[in-house]
Structure formats: C-alpha cells, structure tokens
C-alpha cells in the first residue's frame, strides 16, 4: 500500500506509470497540444479510462512542483484500488452475505475518508466510488479514514448503474438514501445488500435512483432538513448493523 499521493510531471514520466500499472485519478494536458510525445499521453489516458482536462500554461505553472511539467501532470492514487470482485470474495471469505456501500458522485474527500471509516467499523465489505467526477484515494482521504483503508477495498468503476446490475445478478438488493423515501426503520435491510449514498448536495442521482429497489430516509426533527453525506452513511449502515444483529 502507498501513503501519499504522488504528482507525477512531465510527458515521459506519465507515460511509464501508466506503462508501470500505476493508478492515475486526474490527469491534465495543456489545450491544444497534440504534438509528439504528448499523443502517447492522451492515447495512454485514453486507454485507461483516465478522465483528462485540458487547461491553459498558466494552470499548469500554478499546479507544478518542478517547474518542468512539459505540458502534462498526472495524480496517481495514494494507494491501489481493489476491484469490485475482491469485495464479494472478501464477504465470502468471512462467510457472510455481502455489504457494499456504493457512492454517487462525492467530492469531497474528507467525506470520502469518514465513509471508508464507517465502513469498515460497521462491517462492509466493501466501497465502491465512479472514476468520474468523484473524490478519490488521495493521501486526503486516507488521513481521514484513520487507517481504515488498510483493511477496507475501494473499487473504482466506470459506471454505477451498470455496476448495481451487475451486482443485483449476483444476489444483492439495494437501498438509496434520499429524504423523499421510506423511514429507515419500517424497511427490512437485511440480506446481501448495498447501501447507496449520493452527492453532498445533489443526492442520488436519478439514473442510480431507479436502480434501487427500496428508498430509505433518516427521521429528523430539527430546523435543517439535511445530514452530512458521511454521517447519513454513518445513521444508515448502523440501521443495517442492527437489523442484522437481530435476525
């Protein structure tokens, strides 16, 4: 496992960690330059899947640490991403059904970290995040998960509906948080399950939301009509502890 997040600069060194197998979360490219070695870099992003942002010099010069960025800098994970099979196996491997959190879209990373935490703590196996648009395992997210990312996998994945297919052949059903739904407390949360969570402030997107087969909300009494998206996470995975403690 790594610890820090690396900033990678300069057209030859993206390429060989791309070539060396390294996880790259943002790349960005300087507009308009397509010339030479640089073609190599977007084919090679491209191949990977790696979302790239074209931005001007003076971008660059700001984001630099070298002074020597050639047009392109990449950030790599501070640590490796698992896949969404090794967090099944890991449910099989304790003999439990399995408990994926899968989140849509959310961008801040000290939230991400507090998930991976509650995670972890309540028993998942597992958390799932979108390649796009999305915080991902920066040395951010890994102070914030107090060394809950040493023990709980992280996959990435192109598209999250797809993935709940995916994942709904396999036995799960799943549950989205959304203040519009069905109070947490007069649904059945037991089973394989996996517990959707969406954006700080947009929520479950509706794609995702139609995937799910149950809408689940947190009862509030207070003068604000919202939770954190960590602490939602943090209400709800305990409600699935519970309910599963009492079967």
Same mark, same amino acid.
């Given at each position: 496992?790594?610890?820090?997040?690396?900033?990678? /600069?300069?057209?030859?060194a993206?390429?060989? &960690?791309?070539?060396?197998?390294?996880t790259?979360? *943002?790349?960005?490219?300087?507009?308009?330059?397509?010339?030479?070695?640089m073609n190599?870099?977007?084919?090679?992003? *491209?191949?990977?899947?790696?979302i790239?942002?074209?931005?001007?010099?003076e971008?660059?010069?700001?984001?630099?640490e070298?002074?020597?960025h050639? !047009?392109?800098?990449?950030?790599a994970?501070?640590?490796?991403?698992?896949?969404?099979?090794?967090?099944?196996?890991? #449910?099989?491997?304790? @003999? /439990?059904? =399995?408990?994926v959190?899968?989140?849509?879209d959310?961008?801040?990373?000290?939230n991400l970290?507090?998930?991976?935490?509650?995670?972890?703590l309540? !028993? &998942?196996?597992?958390?799932?995040? =979108?390649?796009?648009?999305?915080a991902?395992?920066?040395?951010?997210?890994?102070?914030?998960? &107090? !060394?809950?990312i040493?023990?709980? =996998?992280?996959a990435?994945?192109t598209?999250?509906?797809?993935?709940i297919d /995916?994942?709904?052949? *396999?036995g799960?059903?799943?549950?989205?948080a959304d203040?519009?739904?069905?109070?947490?407390?007069?649904l059945?949360?037991?089973g =394989?399950?996996?517990?959707?969570i @969406?954006?700080?402030?947009k929520?479950?997107?509706?794609?995702?939301? /139609?995937?799910?087969?149950f809408? #689940?909300?947190?009862?509030?009494?207070?003068?604000?009509?919202?939770?954190?998206?960590?602490?939602?996470? @943090?209400?709800?995975?305990?409600?699935?502890v519970?309910?599963?403690?009492?079967?």
């Open positions: 496992m790594r610890y820090q997040e690396f900033v990678i /600069e300069g057209r030859n993206v390429i060989e &960690a791309y070539r060396a197998g390294k790259i979360d *943002k790349l960005f490219v300087l507009e308009h330059c397509k010339e030479g070695s190599t870099v977007i084919r090679e992003a *491209k191949k990977h899947d790696t790239i942002n074209y931005v001007k010099k971008r660059l010069d700001q984001m630099s070298t002074g020597k050639q !047009g392109v800098i990449a950030y994970a501070a640590y490796d991403y698992a896949s969404v099979d090794d967090i099944l196996e890991k #449910a099989e491997q304790k @003999g /439990e059904v =399995p408990f959190i899968i989140l849509d959310i961008e801040d990373p000290h970290g507090a998930i991976i935490r509650t995670a972890n309540a !028993g &998942a196996h597992g958390v799932i995040i =979108p390649k796009h648009r999305a991902g395992l920066t040395a951010t997210v890994v102070k914030a998960s &107090a !060394g809950a040493n023990y709980t =996998p992280v990435k994945v598209n999250i509906s797809k993935t /995916e994942l709904k052949d *396999k799960l059903w799943f549950v989205c203040m519009g739904g069905t109070t947490m407390y007069d059945d949360l037991r =394989p399950i996996g517990l959707v @969406g954006n700080e402030g929520g479950v997107s509706r794609l995702v939301k /139609e995937k799910c087969d809408v #689940a909300s947190v009862p509030m009494f207070g003068d604000i009509d919202s939770l954190n998206a960590s602490v939602a996470t @943090g209400v709800l995975a305990y409600e699935i519970r309910q599963r403690l009492q079967k």
